[in-house]
């Protein structure tokens, strides 16, 4: 089992940033594929930003140039840099870690392939 604790979250006004961390621990391995994820009242859970075991990184078209996700496995500790927020990016944030099949080479934007979550972290954002 890996367990996913996300911090980070709050509110800011439009314009601002915040950093949203993920402390993972149990069977957690640096070669997992890990993302975050942000659903809205009344709307899916959607990809914002996934990372693999090279680093690569795949991030959805509404937050190119504004999020950076990163991840220090020295600390087992997955990262994202929310800057230029805007109203529509208000959801909870979730962390997720797809579950070790191999060193993961994938860059995965669906929920589905994604094993462990931590509980969210809210992120609102006013105008």
């Known amino acids: 089992q890996v367990q996913l604790v996300e911090s980070g979250g709050g509110s800011v006004q439009a314009g601002g940033s915040l950093r949203l961390s993920c402390a993972a621990s149990g069977y957690y391995y640096s070669g997992v594929c890990m993302g975050w994820f942000r659903q809205a009242p009344g709307k899916e859970r959607e990809g914002v930003a996934v990372?693999?075991?090279?680093?690569?990184?795949r991030y959805a078209d509404s937050v190119k140039g504004r999020f950076t996700i990163a991840k220090d496995s020295a600390k087992n500790t997955l990262y994202l840099q929310m800057n230029n927020l805007k109203p529509e990016d208000t959801a909870m944030y979730y962390c997720?870690?797809?579950?070790?099949?191999?060193?993961?080479?994938?860059?995965?934007?669906?929920?589905?392939?994604?094993?462990?979550w931590g509980q969210g972290t809210q992120v609102t954002v006013s105008s």
């Open positions: 990372i693999n075991a090279d680093s690569i990184t």
């Open positions: 997720a870690a797809r579950q070790w099949r191999g060193r993961c080479s994938g860059v995965y934007m669906t929920t589905a392939n994604y094993d462990y």
